[in-house]
């Protein structure tokens, strides 16, 4: 049996199968019964290798052995697969968030916490600064740091990154306005149709000139979290921020950005 290379990557990261197992589980499927001999024929997998490769199948649910002899094989229906594996990843997740509730309950986690609050105490503001590679690892640091604001949020962003960002931060942003910040958000925009009733009423957006790109974000002018490349040239796999704690120079680049807010159009 021929099957594309391509079909069967994605059958291993959909259903978290090794490559033999994909390519029995594959072979089985393409004939309902078979016996371990004729799936090691048509997969291509060892012989000596298709009786533990078909011992792990029927153990994870994707196989049930067939009563008689010779020993066969019948393949489990795929929506039912897909089933199992939907709750296995429910339950598992489940036990994960049960146990991460408890952790901050623990002696190890009041450890962590004192060891992080000794070290930050002997660190100079300065100091504060690190780099955050990968959009995803961006809006999880963004979330934070809006979840942590006092007083105001300043954001600077493009129109795709607008988009991009009332859709992971809204949540944040409806909660942060909720304890009384200030959210201030400038983008080279129009129309702010499409934004949702509860990101319109937690932000103020005022409309910048349609070439500006920087995208940064202010908070409390004392933290700083910016982009350092063109979000239209990179692949959010590559997208980098610097993330800055420091007073000195997030409150001037927070002095110039309510100068700037002053003249430009309400949206």
Avoid at 1 to 12: D, S, T
Avoid at 15 to 31: H, M, P, Q
Avoid at 195 to 210: F, G, Q, Y
Wanted: glycine share 4%.
């Amino acid at each position: 049996m021929i099957v594309n290379e391509e079909f069967l990557k994605k059958l291993r990261s959909a259903f978290d199968l090794n490559i033999y197992e994909v390519k029995v589980w594959t072979a089985l499927l393409s004939r309902g019964v078979a016996a371990a001999g004729e799936l090691a024929d048509i997969s291509n997998v060892p012989r000596s290798r298709s009786y533990d490769v078909l011992e792990n199948l029927e153990k994870k649910g994707f196989i049930i052995m067939k009563l008689g002899k010779p020993i066969k094989y019948i393949a489990v229906k795929p929506e039912e697969i897909l089933k199992r594996i939907k709750k296995k990843v429910q339950d598992d997740a489940d036990v994960h968030l049960k146990t991460l509730d408890k952790v901050n309950e623990t002696d190890t986690y009041r450890e962590i916490e004192l060891l992080y609050k000794q070290g930050i105490d002997k660190v100079e503001p300065s100091e504060l600064s690190g780099v955050v590679k990968g959009r995803k690892n961006v809006y999880d640091h963004l979330k934070t740091i809006i979840a942590n604001a006092e007083k105001s949020v300043c954001i600077m962003t493009t129109e795709k990154g607008l988009l991009r960002k009332v859709e992971v931060l809204k949540s944040v942003m409806k909660k942060a306005k909720s304890n009384g910040v200030k959210i201030k958000v400038v983008a080279p925009i129009k129309d702010i149709s499409f934004l949702s009733k509860e990101v319109r009423d937690a932000v103020e957006l005022r409309a910048s000139d349609e070439n500006t790109k920087a995208r940064f974000v202010l908070v409390d002018g004392k933290e700083l979290l910016f982009m350092l490349a063109d979000d239209q040239d990179v692949h959010e796999a590559y997208d980098m921020g610097i993330w800055v704690k420091t007073p000195y120079f997030a409150q001037a680049l927070n002095s110039m950005f309510e100068l700037n807010w002053k003249n430009l159009k309400r949206i």
